[in-house]
């Protein structure tokens, strides 16, 4: 069976930086788009970026663009997502998800194009 696991979570003071990891068994993460999702205590999750989703090197939404940045190696089975300039609108429970490469080329952060996900790793930005 497939199975994602995210770390790299903790506590950080507004401005720093964490950089989270998703690492993947049981699947090839070359044939996937793999996405990195978030839920902000109280709020609904939320797509904030993917690779292998779209042309390039990846997807993000307004919120997180140019401060995060995703990242994978050919024929390695971890996906990062390096963030910068944290802000505490950024605190929550991050999560990765595995989905098929051309649903999430219309639909990036769309829940239902992912199949498989990790439990999460808590982000907790402090003001």
């Known amino acids: 069976d497939a199975l994602l696991e995210e770390s790299g979570g903790g506590l950080v003071e507004v401005g720093g930086s964490l950089k989270l990891a998703c690492t993947g068994s049981g699947l090839d993460f070359d044939e996937f788009a793999i996405g990195w999702f978030r839920q902000a205590p109280g709020k609904r999750r939320e797509g904030i970026s993917c690779i292998g989703c779209k042309d390039g090197s990846g997807y993000y939404v307004d919120s997180v663009k140019g401060r995060f940045s995703i990242s994978k190696t050919n024929g390695e089975n971890i996906v990062y997502l390096q963030m910068n300039n944290l802000k505490p609108e950024d605190t929550g429970l991050y999560y990765c998800?595995?989905?098929?490469?051309?649903?999430?080329?219309?639909?990036?952060?769309?829940?239902?194009?992912?199949?498989?996900w990790g439990r999460g790793t808590q982000v907790i930005v402090s003001s």
């Open positions: 998800a595995a989905g098929n490469k051309d649903l999430t080329r219309v639909h990036p952060t769309a829940e239902p194009m992912y199949d498989w």
